[in-house]
């Protein structure tokens, strides 16, 4: 068979690379280049896997389904073609990266394998219609048209439009019909409204965060950036698609911040610090535990006096600094959409055969990658379902 796969970012790749063991495969990119994107990723070191990759990483508007997409045999049978075509992993707390740490390594293995298995690579092609007439696809781009009998869309999403995925794929899948459940940006700091930010700018630390949505509580705990515009970071990210998602609901959303996540008794903890570093101001006591500038900062929030003493403070007042340090409100502005990693929402799953990816309303069309309703946490998730949906996509390809 004749197969264009539309897209050649990670899962595009990776279909066309699987698929071209039994058929013919034209890969068109809008870009001059293919795998813009994964050039970006793991701050250039490609975090690609996880060893953790199942169902609950990820987010759905059909998450009833992802159970059926994860399934142990998809997730091995990819990792064992990732290891077939030449990936070599570096494995830290569970993430994957290519031994070589480098994003580049990687573009340049796919090229590799492109040419060996004989995919033809069109770049400066962008898909601008698809039509189907009778069993027969007519793919028109910006300078040709091709025929064939499959199409996969791996357009991406409209995080990162530079990369080249600017949404245009969400055109193409309504033109067949497909419903996109609502686009909300995820991996994505905060911007938020308050007056100290300019004073914490900079500021990296150890911190939990307690999103509570309704009543429904989350939780992340790992390094926290303060910026002068609102908060990031992984901990950050990985709540940002629930937040945004809560937000266009009109949800009530409260996040808080513990910056003492060490202890579940910070009265204990302060009171046994005072008395063995007796006499010290309270800001001295914080020294070594809080950055300078966010000590600053939780000081000023909590209306106590830095330079008094523990042992001088009323029980309110010792209750109040306990609640700045460890249920720090923030203020939300918005999820920054242009700075999120990734898109939350697409293609629908149930318009779509979890078994193939093939479409349900029209015959031999499919879809993989970041284009569906799939988006998982930060640590390689979201590569890790590219190659898992362009793994399931090929091999039903092959069938
Ligand atoms: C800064 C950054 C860091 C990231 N880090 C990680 C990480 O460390 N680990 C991880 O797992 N995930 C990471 N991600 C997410 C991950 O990169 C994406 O989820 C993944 O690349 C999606 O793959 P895809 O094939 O679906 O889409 P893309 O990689 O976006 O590829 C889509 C391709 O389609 C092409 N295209 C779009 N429309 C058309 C058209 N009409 N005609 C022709 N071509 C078209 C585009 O040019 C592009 O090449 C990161 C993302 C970003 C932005």
Redesign the pocket.
């Not at 068109?28 to 870009?31: M, Q, T």
């Given at each position: 068979m004749k197969v264009v796969v539309?897209?050649?970012?990670?899962?595009?790749v990776i279909t066309a690379l699987k698929a071209s063991r039994n058929n013919e495969v034209i890969l068109?990119?809008?870009?001059d280049k293919?795998?813009?994107?994964?050039l970006?990723?793991?701050n250039g070191k490609?975090?690609?896997w996880n060893s953790d990759i199942n169902y609950s990483k990820y987010h759905s508007y059909n998450s009833d389904l992802l159970k059926d997409i994860f399934t142990s045999s998809n997730i091995d049978n990819t990792y064992k073609f990732l290891e077939n075509i030449g990936f070599y992993p570096v494995v830290k707390n569970g993430y994957y990266y290519p031994f070589s740490n480098q994003a580049f390594s990687v573009r340049e293995m796919f090229l590799t394998e492109l040419k060996n298995k004989k995919v033809k690579v069109i770049t400066n092609?962008?898909?601008?219609d698809v039509v189907k007439e009778k069993n027969i696809f007519k793919i028109i781009?910006n300078d040709q048209e091709y025929v064939c009998d499959k199409v996969v869309i791996?357009?991406?999403?409209k995080?990162?439009p530079k990369?080249?995925?600017?949404g245009?794929?969400y055109t193409?899948a309504k033109k067949f019909g497909h419903n996109i459940s609502r686009l909300s940006s995820a991996?994505a700091p905060i911007r938020m409204n308050e007056k100290y930010l300019k004073d914490w700018n900079g500021v990296r630390c150890s911190a939990s965060l307690n999103l509570n949505i309704d009543g429904e509580e989350y939780f992340e705990t790992g390094e926290l950036q303060l910026t002068d515009y609102g908060i990031s970071g992984i901990c950050v990210f990985n709540l940002s698609s629930i937040i945004e998602r809560a937000i266009l609901d009109k949800k009530d959303v409260k996040l808080s911040i513990n910056f003492l996540p060490f202890t579940d008794d910070p009265m204990s903890f302060i009171t046994e610090r005072y008395n063995s570093l007796i006499d010290l101001t309270l800001e001295e006591m914080f020294e070594s535990i809080f950055n300078y500038k966010l000590s600053h900062v939780l000081f000023k929030v909590s209306g106590i006096n830095k330079d008094s003493r523990w042992n001088k403070l009323s029980y309110e007042e010792r209750l109040r600094l306990i609640d700045t340090f460890t249920n720090f409100t923030v203020n939300i502005d918005e999820v920054i959409f242009d700075k999120g990693?990734?898109t939350s929402g697409g293609v629908l799953l149930s318009e779509i055969d979890i078994n193939t990816f093939e479409s349900k309303k029209v015959d031999g069309l499919y879809f993989?990658?970041?284009?569906l309703d799939v988006d998982?946490i930060?640590?390689?998730?979201?590569?890790?379902?590219?190659f898992i949906s362009g793994c399931i996509v090929g091999d039903s390809l092959n069938a």
């Open positions: 539309i897209g050649g970012g990670a899962s595009g068109l990119d809008g870009e293919i795998l813009k994107k994964i970006l990723t793991g490609c975090n690609f092609s962008k898909v601008l781009t791996s357009c991406g999403s995080s990162y990369t080249g995925s600017d245009s794929g193409l991996l990693q990734v993989t990658g970041e284009i998982g930060c640590g390689g998730f979201n590569l890790g379902f590219a």
